[in-house]
């Protein structure tokens, strides 16, 4: 089993929807938790932390469930703009080695 | 507001060849990491430094080797080239939390 896993997609949405993407990790232990963002063919850029209580900027809501061992990413109002892979990253331990990178999901969203 | 550089972008070797790929950050960032990202794969850290002068193993660290001469480059070196190394190279600077990366563009290298 992976540590972090993440369904590829593709999500096709239309514009104006909400989509949520969810991510699994296996390690209980596992500390701090982020959504990264990463465009076609460029480089990857933090989109959010995820906190314990769930945080929210703008469109975007992130959620951790630390029982089932999921985190969450809502989009609410969807922009063109917003079509992207999103990769889930988790922490676990301390160190550089510590960060895990899920393979990331897909979204497409469409006019 | 260059943040983190790559040199060179895109590269094609042939097997056994040596290449390296240069890095460089402005934000006067303690660590540098290099990562390799494939096709339905999460980006596998190689090699990572926590500071001028020190370097560490990563995931995936076979084949590679890296150095940290000044604090704002990391270079990562392929010796003997082989089509498995094959990838997208992306560089990553952080302060503090190793959750805030900034990563450069990428370097598309092809190993024929």
């Known amino acids: ?111 | 507001n260059a943040g983190v550089t790559q040199t060179p972008k895109f590269r094609v070797l042939k097997t056994g060849q040596s290449m390296t790929l240069l890095c460089a950050q402005d934000m006067n960032h303690e660590y540098m990491y290099w990562y390799r990202q494939d096709p339905g794969m999460g980006l596998r850290l190689i090699h990572y430094s926590v500071g001028e002068g020190t370097t560490a193993k990563g995931e995936v660290p076979d084949g590679y080797n890296v150095s940290r001469l000044k604090k704002q480059n990391f270079l990562l070196g392929l010796e003997s080239a082989a089509p498995s190394q094959t990838s997208v190279y992306f560089c990553a600077s952080s302060n503090l939390s190793p959750g805030e990366l900034f990563f450069g563009e990428g370097s598309r290298l092809t190993v024929l």
């Open chain 1, 1 to 111: 089993r992976k540590e972090v896993e993440q369904d590829p997609g593709p999500f096709n949405v239309p514009e104006g929807a909400t989509v949520a993407f969810n991510c699994t990790y296996s390690n209980s232990a596992s500390q701090s938790f982020f959504w990264y963002r990463q465009d076609c063919r460029k480089e990857p850029k933090l989109l959010m932390s995820v906190y314990s209580s769930g945080n929210e900027d703008g469109r975007f809501t992130a959620q951790l469930n630390r029982a089932s061992q999921y985190i969450s990413l809502l989009i609410r109002d969807s922009k063109l703009s917003d079509s992207a892979t999103y990769l889930c990253v988790v922490q676990t331990g301390t160190g550089r080695r510590a960060l895990t990178f899920g393979s990331g999901t897909r979204l497409q969203v469409q006019p």
